[in-house]
């Protein structure tokens, strides 16, 4: 079944009355896990938000999830998911408000679409679960059905896409906490210096960790203009050249929508605030290309890809977020006066615009390279290669549990894509050490670690020395379980 959306002042909504949903519902489950990592259904009422900048209930944060989820009654399931057009994805979030009376779904054009130009590009789909269907083999079958392309997709998938990965993000970390004591998290921009990854390899060489691909993580650059940082990185193609000689690739962390570095003129601003780029401008998105090349071709960098982040500070007119770096971005109130980009487009448009323009300037320069991304909308399956699972957030009691729901979401939305199972967890080390020990069971193994844990964000001792001998056993461990594809 499919249902038509009504212009409502910035909004398209529609209600679903129980005789049309043929039951009466009784509760509501996001496909997205909450930030407690609750994957049970909700007793109804229920108001639920899906939406970009992710929430309380929203948690995995995966930018955007599908625009999808299931009602349910005592005996039925009803997966209700968002279908648009491609260039009619003009919203940030998707609202359900269910109650045994009335399922009302509303998405919010925020000023920036008109809804009757909008209505006839975007539906509601309604699919009925089959007998002893789960709730995910109903996702995966509705999202299908909404987003053909991506049951067509077939991705080729190097060898080396598979080869577990060392991300520096949580040596920086740790070393800022050891060298200054505790403080906030920021500060580890400061430490993505050539010299300590180069002495953080080092000691996973000499542990024997079996890596394949690393990622330099946020500071070896201006987030907006991507222009290496000369003084932390004096060598940063001599550092990729010999990361290749020993047979490993290199990924570069980048934003998506951090502004440090960039010109007014190529920004998006709130109130005279100056939040995120803008990938309207005709302008912003020539420089990207050139420099998206320069990083990736042999006649530049010659690095192999790109970790994408930051993806969940997409212009917003109810809740405008932004800055020009990590750690240095807020919250602002709603603006006095509409945010005003330069062309058109808004909401999830303008978040694939941005991810589409990278990916496709990447490959253009070495159609192997790797993008990984934590987008699981079908309608992104072209903008990324590997899904990022995303940091853990608060330690779970059940840590494959947790991550397992992410990954059964990415599997559900985007079939076929490798999945980077993160590791950027903190606090509980015998957690870290046994899911970094064993997170092939979920993709591709990663390790966010070389030298001090990061046990402590408020009391001394801040960190902990990790032994080699543990390095050792991550390592054995990779070696003894087969590569997942």
């Known amino acids: 079944m499919t249902f038509d959306f009504v212009p409502d002042h910035d909004a398209l909504v529609l209600d679903l009355t129980p ?18 990592h609750r994957t049970s259904p909700y007793p109804l009422p229920k108001s639920l938000v899906l ?48 109650g045994a009376e009335r399922v009302r779904v ?19 789909q309604a699919i009925s679960a089959s007998a002893g269907e789960s709730r995910l083999a109903l996702l995966t079958r509705a999202l299908r059905e909404g987003y053909p392309a991506i049951a067509a997709a077939s991705p080729q ?91 490993r690739k290199v990924l570069l962390w980048v934003a998506t929508w951090l502004w440090d570095g960039l010109p007014d003129e190529w920004c998006i601003f709130c109130d005279g605030v100056k939040l995120v780029a803008d990938p309207t401008n005709p302008a912003y998105l020539a420089y990207l290309d050139e420099q998206i090349t320069w990083l990736i071709s042999e006649e530049g960098l010659d690095a192999d890809g790109f970790k994408i982040d930051q993806l969940a500070y997409s212009p917003d007119e109810r809740n405008p977020r932004g800055g020009s770096r990590f750690g240095d971005t807020r919250h602002y109130p709603a603006p006095a ?27 253009a320069a070495k159609p192997d390279c790797l993008i990984t991304s934590s987008t ?49 967890i903190h606090t509980d080390y015998a957690k870290w050490l046994n899911y970094t020990s064993n997170s092939r069971r ?24 990790i032994p080699l001998s543990d390095l050792e056993a991550i390592g ?8 997942r594809r």
């Open 157 to 247: 998938i190097p060898d080396w896409w598979l080869e577990p990965i060392y991300c520096g993000w949580g040596d920086q970390v740790s070393l800022s906490m050891w060298l200054e004591g505790v403080g906030p998290e920021h500060r580890a921009l400061a430490y993505c210096i050539q010299g300590l990854y180069e002495r953080w390899i080092r000691r996973l060489d000499q542990a024997r960790v079996p890596f394949g691909t690393t990622i330099i993580d946020h500071g070896w650059a201006p987030a907006g203009s991507m222009k290496p940082d000369t003084i932390r990185w004096p060598d940063l193609r001599g550092f990729i050249d010999r990361e290749h000689q020993k047979g």
């Open 476 to 483: 054995n461990a990779w070696r003894e379980q087969p590569a």
């Open 337 to 363: 006066t509409p945010m005003r980009p330069h062309g058109d487009g808004w909401g999830c448009e303008l978040l694939h615009t941005l991810q589409k323009r990278i990916y496709d300037a990447a490959k």
């Open 376 to 424: 699981v909308h079908p309608y992104f399956h072209d903008t990324f290669d590997m899904t990022r699972l995303h940091d853990m957030g608060s330690v779970a009691a059940d840590i494959f549990d947790a991550m397992q729901a992410r990954a059964d979401l990415s599997l559900a939305a985007v079939p076929g894509k490798p999945i980077d199972t993160d590791d950027w």
């Open 106 to 124: 509303i998405l919010d054009l925020e000023g920036h679409t008109d809804p009757a130009s909008a209505a006839p590009h975007v539906q509601l």
């Open 51 to 98: 939406g970009i900048q992710g929430n309380e209930e929203n948690g995995a944060k995966f930018s955007p999830p599908p625009y999808a989820a299931i009602v349910e009654g005592e005996h039925d399931r009803l997966c209700l998911s968002v279908v648009a057009d491609a260039g009619w994805h003009r919203w940030n979030e998707l609202r359900i408000e269910a």
């Open 442 to 465: 979920l993709g591709v193994p990663c390790i966010f670690y070389a030298e001090h844990f990061m046990a402590n964000w408020f009391a001394e001792p801040a960190t902990s020395l």
């Open 19 to 36: 005789a049309e949903l043929h039951f009466t519902p009784t509760h509501l489950w996001s496909p997205s896990p909450s930030r407690e």
